[in-house]
């Protein structure tokens, strides 16, 4: 008799797409990604104002109401909108990816770490400079879909007191769930960030070529470079040169 092996509950997979910054071929590269690192029953879900172009097995929804947020594109306020309840028909364990993250490993170990803890990376620049060590960058987030509506009801009830006080969206969900002690972070290793953790450190990036750190699972590209700079060593600063780096394509396709 062969053993049966525990049911899985479908997850989802969810990203965003507004405006023309990113075109169909980022949502599609991310469905590619998720297709061959993610085992477990999914769906993959992109909440967008334009689902053209996408590849088949893409589901879209609409992207809901984010009050104030909807014509205010700037800082990734608008990211909020996957906080409303209903968001479409989907229900529990959702994972939120940023369009220009880099899928390396597998991502079934990121809906079984601390289930029915809402998981988020640890922002790199509020470690750095302010020592903030609670915020998150939510370039890759898990939470459950539906279940926390006051998020984005509190967002929109005090949005011109929260433009003062919170530089983005991620300051803003970092502090809402922080003070309500519901934000976890995923280890340091699991998401790092492509400038700061694959391009070795000042002098030293002009004769090496950014590396994939050990243990890493999704490599983060927030700001610049994205990964078609990368791959093309464009997006260099005078303290940090990027030089081609050709493991980008192996992944991001």
Known sequence: MTSMQPRQDVVNVICMKWGTKFGPEYVNILHNMVQRYLARPHRFICI??????????????????????DTNFAHGWRKLAMFASPLGDLKGMTLFLDLDVVIVDRLDPLFEYKPGEICVVRDYRMIRVRGDDFVGNTSVLRFNAGEDPQVLE????????????????????????????????????????????????????????????????????????????????????????????????????
């Open 48 to 69: 967008t104002d334009n689902a053209e172009g996408f590849n088949p097995g893409i589901e879209s929804l609409p992207i809901p109401s984010a009050g104030p947020a």
């Open 154 to 253: 509190d967002f929109i009830a005090a949005w011109d007191g929260d433009k003062a006080i919170y530089r983005n969206e991620q300051e803003f969900l970092s502090h809402w769930f922080h003070s309500r002690g519901r934000w976890q972070h995923w280890p340091d290793t699991w998401c790092p960030s492509f400038k700061h953790d694959c391009v070795a450190l000042g002098p030293l990036s002009y004769i090496t070529t950014p590396k994939i750190p050990e243990g890493a699972k999704v490599i983060v590209f927030h700001g610049d470079p994205k990964p078609e700079d990368a791959l093309a060593g464009k997006g260099s600063k005078w303290y940090r040169k990027i030089r081609p780096t050709p493991w980008v394509r192996d992944y991001w396709r």
